[in-house]
């Protein structure tokens, strides 16, 4: 995980200043795992209550641009921000709304059909597969 020196350093070597609302939109993505900006506002405003959330979606795309977080969208709602260091396919289900995680190298056979026959390099990281949970399947009636 990367530490507040090193995104002010990052910050520096591209020209730009390091801000406290965009330290406090970082940790708060780090803290949720899974987050969308609302909730990240909400949780930076617990800290400073003045953070609106058009500064929240700056610093979100100002971070992803640094390679610092990532968005996937897992829903027909916002995107979901993760961590960098927080790769994984997303299995999103349509009933109950459980988002479960596996790795991206479950996809590494149709990633590898993808590049040959279409020339395509897909990003695993940034995928929400939808379906339905092995609970929601065994319990139709639970939902």
């Not at 002010?8 to 330290?23: C, D, F, K, V």
């Not at 708060?28 to 953070?51: D, M, N, S």
């Amino acid at each position: 995980m990367r530490n507040q020196g090193s995104l002010r350093s990052t910050l520096h070597q591209r020209g730009m200043r390091m801000t406290p609302q965009r330290q406090l939109v970082l940790d708060a993505v780090r803290e949720l795992g899974h987050a969308t900006p609302e909730q990240v506002c909400k949780r930076v405003q617990g800290t400073a209550a003045t953070v609106n959330i058009t500064t929240v979606y700056r610093s979100l795309d100002l971070l992803e641009q640094l390679g610092l977080v990532r968005h996937t969208h897992l829903g027909h709602g916002a995107p979901t921000y993760s961590a960098d260091e927080h790769e994984h396919v997303h299995l999103v289900c349509h009933h109950c709304g459980a988002i479960d995680e596996v790795p991206c190298e479950l996809l590494d056979g149709l990633a590898d059909l993808l590049a040959e026959q279409r020339g395509f390099a897909l990003d695993a990281s940034h995928l929400g597969l939808s379906g339905t949970c092995r609970n929601c399947r065994e319990n139709p009636t639970a939902v």
